[in-house]
Structure formats: structure tokens, C-alpha cells
């Protein structure tokens, strides 16, 4: 069994997004809570599963058979998480490529929970971190800059301390549903994003992820989260199915 664990603001986003999913697997939607408090919370290992998927509310899969798939080749080569790199991966993530951006990841709770949860405590330095692991680093395609951006890195940081090692997904953007990024998100020049296609290691496309979803109210962005939620479904063979969901709300 996997655990799909979901740090989510939105009934309709997380419906849409459940509908992909297939209804053996153990669902936790995690409400009222930071970035970095939601991972504390996985990586607590307070689970039955193996192997938790986390997996934003506006990241659509297109085929969750991939799943399977990818944590097969993940087990026989040895790597304990997976993501896209939060830099150098794809135009809209500019920042550390030895991170891997929580909006889907593949963790592997037995060796993560063995863990000592160090970084409590503890803030890395980039520049070491940097020096020691960026041969992890798979793409350069993209802007990226060993920085500290999110609260959530020195979490990242943490895993490959810890002799963890990270499988860094291929992504590509999806430009046929490009929308205009306006205000209230605050930039004085508007912009284009696209949504972010997502690969499993045989470059299968295993999810859509469509960013900026806490702004699903405003008509464009609406627009293109749908789209890509009709794209998933009509390249999925999933038919819906009632799921048993556990609510946890973190208050941090």
C-alpha cells in the first residue's frame, strides 16, 4: 500500500486531484499547515506504508500505475526519494537543484524514520552542502542557484546529510496551457507560467502539475488548472471510486 499525503486549502482541488488516484491507497489530507511543518509531519514516519507519495492538490496523474513502477526502479537502485530539482529543472523553479520541490515526492519512510531529525536544531550551510553533493545534480537546463529560498531546505538538506540519496525526475514545461501570472501574487510585471509536466525514470509522463493554486479563484488560472486536470483524465483509465480520507490539521 502507498500513503498519499496532501497539504491542502482547497475541497474542490483536492476532489479532483483524489479522482486520480486509485481507492486502495491510504489518503491524509493535511489542513492548516506550513511547508516546512507539513514535511516535519512526514517525515515523522507515522505511517503503515512504505512508501509515502506526497502529492500536491493541484498535481494531476495522468497514469498512477507509473507509481508502481517508479518505486521498483527507486528500490533496486537504491535512492530514497524522488522530486524535481527546485532549480536548473524548469523556467518557473529558478533556485536549489540539491532540493527536491514538495509538490510530488516519492519517500522512503523505513530508512527516513530511522533518522535523527537534526535539523531541528541546525541550519546548513549552502556552500558546504554544495561542495559535497552537487554531483547529484542531474539537470541543467534551466536558471538555478545554490540558495536557502524556502524554510523547507534545510529539510531537504537534512536527507542528503543524512546518506540519503535523491532521484531527480525529468519535468518540462507544458506550454499548451500558459497563462498570464497577475496580480494578487504581487510582481509589478505581469508574466506567463506554464504548468509543469512531470516523467518517471523511462521519461513516462506520470503527472501535471499546474502551480499557483492557492489563486484557483481567479478566472485564468482556473482555466489552466482545469485544463490540465481534463488533460490527466482523459489520458487516465481510472474510474472514480469513493476513498476513505484521514483529515489531519497541524495548527503549524
Not at 500536491?56 to 507509473?66: G, V
Not at 514545461?173 to 496580480?183: G, M, N, R, S, T
Not at 488533460?231 to 487516465?236: F, G
Request: hydrophobic share 35%; with cysteine.
Amino acid at each position: 500500500m502507498i500513503t498519499c499525503i496532501t497539504r491542502s486549502m482547497n475541497d474542490e482541488l483536492y476532489k479532483m486531484m483524489i479522482s486520480l488516484c486509485p481507492p486502495d491507497w491510504e489518503f491524509i489530507r493535511v489542513m492548516e499547515s506550513s511547508a516546512d511543518g507539513y514535511l516535519d509531519y512526514i517525515f515523522s514516519g507515522e505511517f503503515s506504508s512504505k512508501w509515502v507519495l506526497n502529492l500536491d492538490e493541484d498535481c494531476f496523474l495522468i497514469d498512477y500505475t507509473n507509481i508502481y513502477e517508479m518505486i521498483r526502479y527507486l528500490e533496486a537502485n537504491n535512492f530514497d526519494y524522488s522530486g524535481i530539482q527546485d532549480g536548473g529543472s524548469v523556467p518557473v523553479r529558478i533556485h536549489n537543484p540539491l532540493v527536491a520541490n514538495p509538490y510530488f515526492n516519492l519517500f522512503n519512510m523505513d530508512n527516513i524514520k530511522e533518522c535523527p531529525r537534526e535539523y531541528y536544531n541546525k541550519k546548513y550551510d549552502v556552500e558546504e552542502i554544495k561542495a559535497k553533493y552537487e554531483h547529484l545534480v542531474r539537470f541543467k537546463d534551466t536558471p538555478y542557484k545554490y540558495d536557502r529560498f524556502e524554510p523547507f531546505y534545510d529539510q531537504f538538506f537534512w536527507l542528503l546529510e543524512q546518506g540519503l540519496r535523491p532521484f531527480f525526475q525529468k519535468a518540462a514545461p507544458y506550454d499548451e496551457q500558459k497563462y498570464l501570472v497577475v496580480a494578487p501574487i504581487l510582481r509589478i510585471i505581469p508574466y506567463y507560467n506554464s504548468p509543469t509536466m512531470l516523467f518517471d525514470h523511462n521519461d513516462q509522463e506520470v503527472g501535471i502539475h499546474t502551480w499557483h493554486s492557492r489563486y484557483y479563484n481567479y478566472f485564468n488560472i482556473r482555466k489552466a488548472i482545469n485544463n490540465c486536470y481534463h488533460y490527466a483524465v482523459s489520458k487516465s483509465n481510472i474510474s472514480p471510486k469513493p476513498k476513505d480520507v484521514k483529515i489531519v490539521k497541524l495548527g503549524r
